[in-house]
């Protein structure tokens, strides 16, 4: 099963990816974990993430090709955060024919603006790994860790004014993916509204009646 996990930030993509794979057993190719460990090495990437803008389509690209060609992704896959822009969902096409790889399923999660606003903005996290947030996971302790007592602190691009930019991004050039992949007939609409178990009960429902 190779599938494709679409919406805007804030749709709670990262958590249905996770709940995916491992119930699947498939691979989770994630551009946002390819984006953290390329700009702890590439100034101009970290640039780009700090300011909400998208990374350049060549070197997405580039990267997405380069996992592919990895023996793991035989088994499956699941890309979350690829493609954004129409230009790399067409890329994407000629990669996978090359490879005679073909999707069987996008899973397009929605949610509406103000919402995923309140969603990224409230976000916390510790040096440890740990995530919060202040409305929907609050810490036992306001500012600290309930693991290390270290201290929460909002990323860069967590931040509303950086989140209202992505969100910018996204319905100028990613929003037109919703189009292209509903005239392939592989566009199944997700309400990201619902909580992550009902989200994720659709999503399971799909792939097992494919």
Known sequence: ???????????GKGTQAKKIVEKFGIVHLSTGDMFREAKKSEEGISKLLASGQLVPDETVV??????????????????????????????????????????????FVDV????????????RVCSCG???HVDFIPPKVEGKCDACNGDLIQRNDDKENVVK???????????PLIE????????????????????FEEIKKYIKAK
């Open 165 to 175: 930019d992505r969100l910018d991004v996204y319905e100028k050039q990613t929003r």
């Open 180 to 199: 292209y992949y509903k005239k392939t007939g592989l566009l199944v609409n997700i309400d990201g509204l619902k909580n992550e178990s009902e989200v």
């Open 112 to 123: 509406h603006f103000d919402e995923a606003v309140k969603r990224i903005s409230g976000r």
């Open 62 to 107: 580039n990267m997405i090709k380069k996992r592919l060609e990895k023996d793991d992704v035989k088994k499956g896959f699941l890309l979350d955060g690829f493609p954004r822009t129409l230009n790399q969902a067409e890329e994407l096409d000629k990669m996978l024919k090359t490879k005679n790889i073909k999707i069987d399923a996008v899973f």
């Open 1 to 11: 099963m190779n599938c494709i996990l679409v919406g805007p930030p804030g749709a």
């Open 130 to 132: 740990a995530s919060y």
